[in-house]
């Protein structure tokens, strides 16, 4: 007998200070607004009526609602994404959220159509995607999660620091998180549940480590390495010009 087909729900959060890219949700990448072409990637996977961006702020609502964008709001006071998505779990009867980055404007369909067929595969685990590190900047960079994992790709470690690495330090190869995840409703739970930050997310700055930290097991899918995310002026550049390129 199959397994039970579970019920989804696709939640872009989007928040509009940052301290590297204020208003970052609504800066226009080739004319348009950024949460909007990420919501247009995703409906290219799924349905439009299981996708919502989750929001606390007026603007993004409005240019959400004017776009037909379903918008879920949520408190301001949400340290992190995945604290806004444990949120939204409260409002929607689904059994698993997942979450895409609102600043993943020209990430690949087919990732969160794998994240989709992999519900089924392995219900009940926290899931998230990685792919090849491709070059020693990248393998060196702060801004960019490094993962370390088991043969069966179950999550042992992720990091900002250069890992793994050799005895002299050195790059051989390397792997990077890809931020969309899947999160089952009890760990979305245990996730809010826990008073503040965990010690190593605290640390890393790296929200999946806490799920760690709480003793669950992080499964990682191997995705695309279409992604590039928006942090910060220069990846603005990065990112129009990969749409032109692409001609999204």
Not at 160 to 183: D, E, N
Not at 211 to 216: A, K, Y
Request: glycine share 4%.
């Amino acid at each position: 007998m199959s397994a039970p087909e579970l019920s989804y729900a696709v939640i872009i959060p989007a928040r509009y200070e940052s301290s590297r890219l204020p208003g970052k949700p609504l800066v226009e990448l080739c004319g348009v607004p950024m949460i909007v072409r990420t919501y247009r990637q995703c409906i290219q996977a799924c349905p439009a009526h299981h996708v919502y961006v989750a929001t606390d702020d007026s603007r993004i609502e409005a240019v959400c609602r004017s776009h037909g964008i379903q918008v879920l709001m949520t408190a301001a006071t949400c340290q992190t994404g995945t604290d806004r998505v444990s949120e939204c779990a409260r409002q929607l009867a689904v059994d698993v959220l997942i979450n895409v980055q609102g600043d993943e404007p020209v990430f690949n369909p087919d990732d969160l159509r794998l994240m989709i067929a992999s519900l089924a595969l392995y219900p009940g685990e926290v899931l998230n995607g990685f792919c090849a590190i491709e070059n020693e900047h990248q393998f060196r960079h702060a801004s960019t999660p490094k993962v370390v994992m088991r043969p069966d790709q179950r999550l042992l470690y992720m990091s900002r620091a250069a890992i793994p690495t050799t005895k002299q330090l050195g790059f051989v190869r390397g792997w990077r998180q890809v931020c969309v995840y899947a999160f089952p409703r009890l760990a979305l739970a245990a996730f809010a549940a826990h008073p503040g930050k965990s010690e190593l997310e605290a640390l890393e700055d790296i929200e999946i480590l806490r799920f760690l930290e709480l003793g669950w097991e992080v499964r990682m899918l191997e995705m695309s390495r279409q992604s590039i995310a928006v942090d910060n002026p220069q990846d603005v550049v990065s990112a129009e010009a990969a749409i032109r390129e692409r001609g999204l």
